[in-house]
């Protein structure tokens, strides 16, 4: 009776999977995998965070915009004329800089389908630096169109 018991429970560790959670036999993977994430998250709040507080002053960009084209028409000034005409040409490659950026950023989802670790940091480093670079131009050409506005 000892051994029929010894052997039914030998059969039973041997044939019936664990309650303990599937790792496909290497919990480190399963680690970094998370760590990968992880970071890779955080870079794109990064991103995000520069774009979300540069899009709210897309209608300011445009507001600026379109005071300097009526401006434009109406001021006789030989001096200011071109200023105004090249601060509006600015304006309007700072708003198509951020709709271009926005248009071509490929989401996070996607990227985990088509690149490795690496190359979505390397991505997602390379689109921190466009953000940053559309923010300075939309900033840049704001403050300068404000300060023709006020001339």
């Known amino acids: ?10 059969i039973s560790v041997m044939f ?8 496909n036999g ?10 990968e994430i992880t970071t890779q998250e955080k870079m794109w709040d990064k ?11 897309m209608s300011e960009l445009n507001k600026i915009q379109k005071q300097l ?3 434009s028409q109406v001021i006789r000034d030989e001096v200011l004329q071109p200023k105004i005409i090249a601060a509006i040409e600015t304006l309007e490659k700072a708003d198509e800089g951020m709709w271009a950026w926005m248009h071509d950023l490929k989401q ?3 990227l985990r ?3 490795t670790h690496d190359e979505i940091m390397l991505y997602l480093s ?13 900033e840049t050409s704001m403050e300068n169109g404000k300060n023709l506005l006020n001339q």
């Open 108 to 110: 996070l989802k996607e």
């Open 1 to 10: 009776m000892k051994y029929s018991l010894l052997f039914t429970l030998l």
């Open 26 to 35: 290497n919990s480190q993977a399963t680690d970094v995998n998370t760590l």
């Open 47 to 57: 991103v995000m965070a520069i774009h979300d507080d540069v899009m709210p002053k």
């Open 113 to 115: 389908k088509e690149k």
């Open 69 to 71: 084209k009526e401006k």
């Open 16 to 23: 019936f999977p664990t309650c303990a959670p599937k790792t």
């Open 126 to 138: 390379e689109q921190l630096t466009s953000i940053r670079n559309v923010k300075a131009v939309m």
